[in-house]
């Protein structure tokens, strides 16, 4: 079993930055794919940002340029760096892992509990 604990979210002004922590903690041999989602009130959820375990990313057309995913295969932690912030980025922001534990023959998903993040002047 894995459990995700996520940080990092708060109040900050439009044009600020935020940087969102996943730390994965468990039965982990790898990180298959990461990924943040958000969901703002009375919206559907949105993929936000995704990266596999090669690396390579992907992102919302509404943040190229402005959001980075990262991790830290070390810690077994995803980051969310968030610059340039604008009030339509307020959303509760929920880490996704698809990861595979040792003894495991395929990856299964896990979710962050979320964490608020809010754009305002």
């Known amino acids: 079993q894995v459990h995700l604990e996520e940080s990092g979210g708060g109040l900050v002004h439009p044009g600020g930055s935020l940087r969102l922590s996943c730390d994965a903690s468990g039965n982990i041999f790898n990180l298959l794919k990461m990924r943040w989602y958000r969901q703002a009130p009375g919206k559907q959820q949105e993929l936000v940002a995704e990266?596999?375990?090669?690396?390579?990313?992907n992102y919302a057309d509404s943040v190229k340029g402005r959001f980075t995913i990262s991790r830290d295969n070390n810690k077994n932690t995803v980051y969310l760096e968030m610059i340039n912030l604008k009030p339509e980025d307020t959303a509760v922001y929920y880490c996704?892992?698809?990861?595979?534990?040792?003894?495991?023959?395929?990856?299964?998903?896990?979710w962050g509990q979320g964490t608020q993040v809010t754009v305002s002047s």
């Open positions: 996704n892992i698809n990861a595979i534990g040792w003894g495991d023959y395929e990856g299964k998903d896990y």
């Open positions: 990266m596999d375990s090669s690396d390579n990313t």
